[in-house]
């Protein structure tokens, strides 16, 4: 099968289209023939930064990243069930240190997909895994967000920014959301009740009383 391997940590010239083994899938693993994959930032890191890279792979060499994708199961281990060959799935593929998913086919744990919804291309899906994740579990597991808590989202239009807003939305939160004014609608499309411009309003000048901050920028932001 083809592959996009990661040579040696660098720049994305070090990603090349390769001819690999297929995997086989374990007795309690799933194959999955992959129709489209996403790339997330934590992967250009791992593509970039030699300390990240050798904190989740070590000395490995040839390593294929990868680990939003979405696509059709090809073969089942003995050992699986609530899936049967042919179901249409998605989800975040052996996360953080064996991924797979720049590939052709990726063996995952049943654990880590879910099925497909029927309205969504698998472009679309493979987008939404890693992203939201992060903003389910920093909103539900982690700050416990509750009916009438004000919550604060920087960087409300990006990748976890957009899935947060409609997560605390969901959740029955107060939400404000910075972004460009260029963003605004979209962030108030998305169920944001505000809108601050963080290019031309200072957030820690203008609110008070909010329950949960969800930073994805850090740096100064942090600070403030």
Not at 87 to 94: A, C, I, K, P, S
Request: aromatic fraction near 6%; glycine fraction near 10%; include cysteine.
């Amino acid at each position: 099968m083809k592959a996009v391997v990661l040579r040696e940590v660098g720049s994305a010239d070090n990603l090349q289209v390769q001819e690999v083994e297929k995997p086989i899938a374990a007795d309690n693993e799933i194959l999955i023939k992959v129709s489209a994959i996403s790339i997330n930032p934590a992967e250009y890191k791992m593509c970039s930064r030699n300390d990240f890279f050798q904190q989740n792979y070590g000395e490995q060499k040839d390593v294929i990243l990868g680990w939003d994708v979405s696509g059709t199961i090809a073969e089942m281990g003995k050992d699986v069930t609530g899936f049967a060959v042919g179901d249409e799935v998605f989800g975040m593929v052996n996360y953080p240190s064996k991924s797979g998913g720049y590939a052709e086919y990726v063996a995952v744990s049943p654990q880590a997909i879910v099925r497909k919804p029927a309205g969504i291309t698998h472009a679309e899906v493979a987008g939404a895994s890693l992203a939201a994740l992060t903003a389910y579990q920093d909103l539900v597991h982690h700050a416990k967000v509750k009916k009438g808590d004000r919550v604060l989202i920087h960087a409300a239009s990006g990748g976890v920014g957009h899935f947060a807003v409609q997560i605390a939305k969901n959740l029955g939160a107060y939400v404000i959301g910075t972004s460009s004014g260029a963003n605004k609608e979209m962030v108030l499309s998305l169920g944001a009740d505000e809108h601050i411009d963080y290019k031309t309003t200072a957030f820690d000048e203008v609110l008070s009383n909010i329950d949960v901050v969800l930073d994805t920028l850090g740096g100064e932001i942090t600070g403030r």
